[in-house]
């Protein structure tokens, strides 16, 4: 069906219902409260109904999969992760779109959503999937002239400003003042490492998933030694394991082991 085809028949549902179930929106829809306490509900529907399918007539030849993920995480960890998952699940077809904050996953009209911080903010159960380590890195001729944390000074930190733990949190955990930074603020990490290898200056790492853009970026550790775990951890959301669909359930346990493949390298 075409969008407005599909927008008609919302509108129709909503008609006979007698309440909206969306909230309209330039460019996006959300659900209204009505329409949250609803979808578990149609949820479960659905999930009895492809269940049932299952069961009489076999696997449909296509599984439809809707996974959106924090912009770092998919760019650092799913990418090179998804090819691994497509070979061994052919049947299932993933969309995998990304986000970088939290009105970015407002509209819950995916089957799993990997977030950074705090999940309750985006679904009602979840799965802790990666934490993150933080060091500084530059570029090699820049990370050479950084043999002291103070160092640092003398250089521009590029700040990630939607991370709650980033540079004064680094400072903190190494109980140095960071009265004397000079900070430049990006809105991503992906963004951050690239104006660190244009020369802009000092990039903070977010090891695991960091390594592939620092890597590509030619970022070399400034201070190998002095790195510190971060405050918050990327996490698997959706709204009950119970309503997950078969697609949904075998990604998750996929990303699960993944993950933990990856933590351990």
């Known amino acids: 069906m075409t969008p407005a085809a599909v927008s008609q028949q919302v509108k129709a549902l909503e008609t006979q219902l007698g309440t909206p179930l969306f909230h309209r929106h330039a460019h996006a829809v959300t659900l209204t409260e009505t329409g949250r306490a609803y979808l578990p509900s149609v949820q479960q529907s659905l999930l009895m109904l492809e269940t049932a399918t299952t069961v009489l007539f076999g696997e449909t030849r296509a599984q439809r999969l809707y996974v959106q993920s924090v912009l770092l995480f998919a760019h650092g960890i799913l990418a090179s992760g998804?090819?691994?998952?497509?070979?061994?699940?052919?049947?299932?077809?993933?969309?995998?779109?990304?986000?970088?904050?939290?009105?970015?996953?407002?509209?819950?009209?995916?089957?799993?959503?990997?977030?950074?911080?705090?999940?309750?903010?985006?679904?009602?159960?979840?799965?802790?999937?990666?934490?993150?380590?933080?060091?500084?890195?530059?570029?090699?001729?820049?990370?050479?002239?950084?043999?002291?944390?103070?160092?640092?000074?003398?250089?521009?930190?590029?700040?990630?400003?939607?991370?709650?733990?980033?540079?004064p949190h680094w400072f903190e955990s190494l109980r140095l003042p960071a009265g004397q930074a000079r900070y430049f603020f990006a809105d991503n990490s992906l963004m951050a490492a690239e104006l660190s290898a244009a020369g802009l200056g000092i990039a903070l790492a977010r090891a695991p998933a960091s390594d592939r853009i620092m890597d590509l970026s030619g970022l070399v550790a400034c201070l190998p030694d002095c790195s510190c775990p971060g405050q918050e951890a990327y996490h698997l959301v959706y709204p009950s394991r119970t309503t997950l669909r078969p697609a949904a359930r075998t990604f998750r346990d996929w990303l699960l082991d993944y993950s933990a493949a990856v933590q351990t390298r």
């Open 82 to 167: 998804v090819p691994t998952f497509q070979t061994a699940h052919p049947q299932i077809n993933l969309s995998l779109t990304t986000g970088n904050v939290v009105s970015d996953f407002a509209n819950r009209f995916t089957d799993l959503q990997i977030v950074f911080g705090n999940p309750a903010l985006f679904g009602t159960e979840n799965d802790e999937v990666m934490r993150e380590s933080l060091y500084p890195v530059a570029p090699p001729d820049i990370a050479a002239q950084i043999e002291t944390p103070q160092d640092l000074f003398q250089f521009t930190l590029i700040e990630v400003s939607t991370h709650r733990a980033s540079w």
